[in-house]
């Protein structure tokens, strides 16, 4: 299966040095769900969601620049912080079928196997077609 983290800022202009330090421990920690991939999306304070995703494990992925420029940013903006560790079930091992999955004005991850994802809609991912 795969694994998910969060941190919802409890401050008025994003995260604290604490809070990054405690979400990048358990994106670590919860790479033990999957190894394949891993992603992270941020939703800062006037609503915009970023995403970065990769075919790494987390201890390869947290090492990225990518990676810790979104941290850096949750700084002064932040409000949410989710982070997704992927154990491929369905879909090859690469960057584009790492979650999150950003369709419109949705950014998912997911965690679990649908069995019937192509009848919801043609995609690799069985998450990616559930945001569609």
Do not use: W
């Not at 304070?45 to 420029?69: H, I, L, M, W």
């Amino acid at each position: 299966m795969c694994g998910i983290v969060a941190c919802l800022s409890k401050r008025k202009f994003g995260f604290s040095d604490l809070d990054r330090k405690i979400f990048d421990q358990l994106l670590f920690a919860d790479e033990i769900r999957g190894e394949d991939t891993t992603g992270i999306f941020n939703v800062h304070k006037y609503g915009n969601c970023y995403t970065a995703k990769s075919a790494q494990k987390a201890a390869v992925f947290q090492d990225t620049t990518e990676y810790n420029r979104m941290l850096e940013e949750s700084f002064l903006d932040g409000l949410i912080m989710v982070g997704h560790n992927r154990a491929a079930t369905k879909g090859s091992k690469t960057d584009t079928n790492a979650h999150p999955f950003v369709e419109g004005d949705i950014c998912l991850v997911h965690n679990g196997t649908l069995y019937n994802h192509k009848e919801i809609a043609d995609k690799d991912v069985d998450s990616h077609a559930i945001a569609v």
